[in-house]
């Protein structure tokens, strides 16, 4: 069986028009991937694929708006899955109808209410904006006959932790489908992780959101029982590399320069990647990155994002644990 890329993780810019106190990835001086050779390198994959747009914020790339009428029929095809991180913030009638016929999931990134959500973003009326879009995505929703799953993204932070629950009720019911949560991803020893990142006390709060959302039916369809116990032992800063990661093998990320890694987190300092453009047989590609993720770094042994499709979770992984609270 052919697995390789089994799912893509495209950042299409870092370019973001949102300052949030945590992102590591935002560089306004960021190219955009090239979309012809884009689609060139989906030519080349035999199997159907997921790919999920990222950024940066993937809505100040136009072509995004509309992926899957403009990524070609024969390319739609195979493309199984579709899906998108964006703060909200840009997006009006015109790209909410476009959005709910090209995806399958929409992820808005809303961190708690204004005062709160508006901190974290450094942009006044990003609260209103993101509210505002979210709400629109549900009515086109609701006025269509797609099936798209519209979501929230919530970052988790020392702050608004203890507070969360209620704001996931308030979103809830304005008829969302999910709700995904993840903490502030930071190094313990960095001055703004100290000042807002989750300390080892707030797991038990982490499993409270976990069971509460899954109670509600409310879970992206990812969030699994092994991601909340890598997700508790992250934020407990026990180290535990995965007995299997698909990064590299189920999953590659590309880049805007068009480079391809393994995962977002390996850096071109470990790396002489690969581009879309290179004519590498898939035997090289996956040795060489099987290569890369036996490199013993620190992020790897606190990742929770080896499993963050359930479908390799389910057909690939099998997993027996005890989710640590």
């Known amino acids: 069986m052919e697995r390789y890329p089994f799912m893509i993780d495209l950042a299409v810019t870092r370019r973001c028009n949102l300052r949030c106190i945590y992102c590591t990835s935002r560089d306004d001086s960021s190219t955009v991937i090239d979309v012809n050779k884009f689609k060139k390198y989906l030519r080349k994959i035999r199997k159907p694929i997921k790919i999920w747009v990222t950024g940066g914020e993937p809505l100040l790339v136009r072509f995004v708006h509309g992926f899957r009428e403009i990524i070609g029929t024969d390319i739609n095809a ?92 308030y979103l809830i019911g304005l008829g969302i489908d ?28 982490i499993k409270e959101c976990y069971d509460y959302l899954k109670s509600k039916n409310k879970l992206v369809p990812w969030f699994n029982d092994y991601y909340l116990h890598r997700m508790i032992n992250y934020v407990k800063r026990i180290p535990e590399p995965p007995p299997f990661c698909g990064y590299g093998e189920y999953f590659v990320y590309i880049s805007p320069e068009g480079k391809i890694y393994p995962c977002c987190r390996i850096k071109p300092r470990y790396v002489q990647s690969y581009t879309i453009e290179d004519e590498v047989p898939k035997e090289v590609l996956l040795r060489r990155l099987s290569e890369i993720r036996q490199i013993k770094i620190d992020s790897c042994s606190f990742c929770m994002h080896g499993y963050n499709s359930q479908i390799v979770y389910e057909r690939y992984i099998k997993v027996n644990t005890n989710v640590t609270s």
Do not use: C, W
């Not at 109808?97 to 990003?126: A, M």
């Open 78 to 169: 195979k493309l199984d899955y579709l899906g998108m991180s964006t703060n909200g913030t840009l997006i009006n009638r015109d790209i909410a109808r476009k959005l709910v016929t090209n995806y399958d999931l929409i992820l808005i990134s809303i961190h708690g209410r204004k005062e709160l959500h508006e901190r974290i973003t450094q942009v006044k009326g990003s609260y209103e904006k993101s509210l505002d879009a979210l709400k629109l995505l549900i009515k086109t929703k609701e006025n269509s006959s797609s099936d798209i799953k519209i979501g929230v993204s919530t970052v988790l932070m020392s702050e608004s932790i203890e507070r969360i629950k209620d704001f996931f009720d």
């Open 178 to 205: 999910v709700i995904l949560f993840k903490p502030m991803l930071y190094d313990p020893t960095d001055e703004l992780y100290i000042k807002h990142g989750l300390k080892p006390e707030h797991a038990t709060l």
